[in-house]
């Protein structure tokens, strides 16, 4: 993907994210009764997070698909992994 575009794609999520967490501040701000605003925020994200998995045991897809010269797929495969446990943490 062109380094433009990949910006635009990053952009265009961003904005719906925000969008639909403003969403839910608005639906709740009428009437009495209602959650507040902050808790509706906090339920939110506290629901993201629970979506969040748990970390890949890279250890153990190293055992299951070994680093070899003839397996190329297997180090990326392990590199991979490991990326997506930095974005999890």
Do not use: C, W
Not at 25 to 46: C, P, R, T, W, Y
Not at 67 to 84: A, C, G, I, K, P
């Amino acid at each position: 993907m062109h380094a433009n575009a990949a910006i635009t794609k990053e952009i265009n999520e961003t904005n719906e994210t925000l969008g639909a967490i403003l969403s839910t501040m608005q639906a709740s701000g009428g009437g009495g009764g209602g959650a507040d605003s902050d808790q509706v925020i906090i339920d939110l994200a506290n629901t993201i997070i629970n979506d969040v998995p748990a970390e890949f045991d890279v250890r153990a897809a190293e055992k299951e698909y070994p680093v070899d010269y003839n397996q190329s797929m297997n180090t990326v495969l392990t590199q991979e992994l490991s990326r997506f446990n930095g974005l999890i943490k």
